[in-house]
């Protein structure tokens, strides 16, 4: 079954630490992807988005992520991370599935920055 | 904000109730996601509906249910609530099939 996978389920960095967190996914066909932010107490917002093109995507707030078509990853970065950034990350692809776009989400990862 | 406008904002309810969950989607999306996210269970994808039809449907116990009206507002019905049922509840929405999904601030639902 197609799957999205985040493998650090918890971080904790002091500021201007580097942040890199992985998504891998297994599908094999064309995706569109994605990184979403969740605050605590927040919604889920648009971190940033791959649709085609350039595989290094930029997206608000520094972040950026890199699309590795060949080893099936969409990793999250950010060169100095920011007390502010502490935050629940989850990757997310859509693909076409059984006639019909499926979105799924990782399991998420828990980002928290000392200060 | 992300036009998505979800009611209420908090439920408290008793054991065995039943509750009702309204979702708003953006302006011109006809899709509509509901999702569930619990400590224990992460975000677990209920049922999606395009333009006032069923189109897939996730982890969604068979005491809950909904439906996409013909203004594309959505209701997701609990009913005969359990303790596990507490939760964060989010609606999203999206334009097309390769759109990103936009987050409604979700409906936290305690039961007691």
């Known amino acids: 079954a197609q799957s999205v996978s985040q493998h650090n389920h918890h971080v904790i960095l002091s500021e201007a630490a580097s942040l890199e967190l992985g998504c891998n996914y297994s599908?094999?066909?064309?995706?569109?992807l994605f990184w979403y932010v969740q605050y605590p107490g927040q919604h889920l917002q648009l971190l940033l988005k791959y649709f085609s093109g350039d595989p290094l995507v930029k997206g608000i707030k520094g972040f950026e992520a890199e699309f590795i078509k060949s080893k099936f990853s969409f990793n999250l970065r950010k060169p100095s991370v920011q007390w502010s950034d502490t935050a629940e990350y989850f990757c997310a692809v859509n693909a076409p599935i059984a006639g019909t776009y499926k979105y799924i989400f990782g399991t998420g990862t828990r980002l928290k920055v000392l200060a | 904000d992300s036009g998505v406008t979800q009611t209420p904002k908090h439920l408290i309810t008793a054991t065995g109730q039943r509750v009702t969950l309204r979702c708003s989607p953006r302006?011109?999306?006809?899709?509509v996601y509901w999702y569930q996210q619990s400590l224990d269970q992460g975000l677990q994808f209920l049922i999606q509906y395009y333009n006032g039809e069923e189109r897939a449907k996730g982890n969604i116990l068979e005491r809950f249910s909904a439906q996409q009206f013909p203004d594309l507002h959505s209701e997701l019905n609990l009913s005969s609530l359990e303790l596990g049922d507490s939760a964060l509840y989010f609606c999203a929405s999206r334009v097309g099939e390769n759109s990103p999904l936009h987050f409604g601030n979700g409906t936290r639902l305690t039961v007691t």
């Open positions: 302006s011109g999306d006809l899709s």
């Open positions: 599908y094999g066909g064309t995706v569109n």
